[in-house]
């Protein structure tokens, strides 16, 4: 949501800095016209100095503004400002464990080292780490954890149903972490045979005909139904693999 809500101000910025350079231009023209026809001669001796909002300063070194115009996008450009550095701010508290996790495994080359860095290449290392993580986070270990979470579920549910029925026994509970360990493998698992984005048009719908549902939901679906899914995959490596023995006399 942090990276998400970066690139949302990233291109509000982008779209206000293309409404400024056109309100700049706009600006220059007028001043042209205005000294134009304030010229007796109808001729300029020299342009207008070029015009850049957001930047002319006073004595007294607060800002100063030529039209409302350029005040307004002025203030729309610092709030912008100040909400990217929040977002900022954000994202370097939410990697921080990340970071000291990452640190148990990795030592720098040169520990005593240090060397200046630039303050726009310390916001993109971090951005580009924030993203690494939630990619590797969000691919890896939380279809892992919704498929033991959906295994869990369906161990409940069956130890419910064994109890309401008196029939609880000794090895359900080493049945039970077979289960989870199988829901934990096959949640890990699944987006290497299922697209939850769904299928084409024309394309084959799969295993779960024309439903579209994300990574997480499949995973905890098929961690909850973890018998059924490896039957489908047996039956799908059958298919595939198995071949026809000619007959005899052929």
């Known amino acids: 949501m942090i990276l998400a809500h970066l690139d949302a101000v990233r291109t509000r ?25 304030g010229d007796a001669t109808g001729r300029m001796a020299r342009d207008p100095e070029p015009v850049r909002f ?38 370097r508290e939410w990697l921080a464990p990340w970071r000291t996790f990452y640190g148990l495994f990795y030592q720098p080359l040169h520990p005593n080292r240090q060397e200046p860095e630039d303050a726009n290449v310390r916001r993109r290392g ?39 029925e008196s029939l609880l026994s000794p090895r359900d509970s080493t049945l039970a972490l077979l289960q989870l360990a199988l829901g934990g493998t096959i949640g890990a698992c699944i987006g290497l045979f299922i697209n939850p984005s769904g299928a084409a048009p ?43 023995e000619p007959k005899r006399g052929e």
């Open 54 to 91: 957001c930047s002319l300063r006073g004595p007294d070194r607060l800002p100063r503004y030529r039209t409302t115009e350029e005040y307004q996008m002025c203030a729309r450009a610092d709030a912008l400002r100040e909400e990217r550095r929040a977002v900022r701010m954000n994202l």
């Open 13 to 37: 910025t982008a779209t206000l800095q293309t409404e400024i350079s056109t309100a700049e231009l706009k600006y220059t023209a007028d001043e042209r016209a205005r000294l134009m026809a």
């Open 126 to 164: 971090t951005e580009e780490m924030a993203r690494i993580v939630t990619l590797v986070v969000g691919t890896s270990f939380l279809p892992l954890a919704y498929g033991v979470l959906g295994a869990g579920a369906a161990v409940v549910r069956r130890l419910w149903e064994r109890m309401r």
């Open 202 to 244: 024309g394309e084959d719908h799969g295993l779960l005909d024309a439903w579209a549902l994300s990574g997480s939901a499949l995973s905890f679906i098929a961690g909850f139904g973890v018998e059924g899914v490896f039957r489908a995959l047996e039956n799908f490596v059958r298919r595939v693999f198995s071949s026809a």
